[in-house]
């Protein structure tokens, strides 16, 4: 499951959505047929370390994603045109090996926490 932040664009029965809530209110709003794009605009490095971090996932992986299309001028392995750039993210970038890990207390001396392995 994917979780779509609120005025976030998404794909779904071929289309593409954005996702609105204000004041408990939710909207769905049909932008467009999911084949026709509009203007491609890439993201910035911080737009995408921000996208990672809100989601659980690690800057190190953020800049991987980033490095990797903006080097392929925002193509994906097969070449084809990225159109949505948070929608490759999830679905390709989101995986377990880049999740924030937080370290389990091991035990506690003298009033401070040590981390383990």
């Known amino acids: 499951m994917i979780k779509i932040l609120n005025n976030e664009e998404f794909i779904a029965a071929g289309r593409v959505w954005m996702f609105h809530e204000e004041n408990g209110k939710v909207t769905l709003k049909n932008i467009r047929a999911a084949g026709k794009t509009k203007d491609f605009i890439p993201p910035t490095l911080e737009e995408v370390k921000l996208f990672f971090k809100e989601r659980g996932y690690t800057e190190e992986a953020a800049l991987k994603f980033y490095d990797y299309y ?41 009033g401070k926490f040590l981390f383990g392995e």
């Open 70 to 110: 903006s080097l392929g001028d925002w193509k994906d392995g097969k070449g084809n045109r990225v159109k949505i750039w948070k929608q490759k993210a999830s679905s390709v970038w989101f995986r377990d090996e880049h999740k924030i890990v937080n370290l389990p207390v091991k035990e506690k001396k003298e």
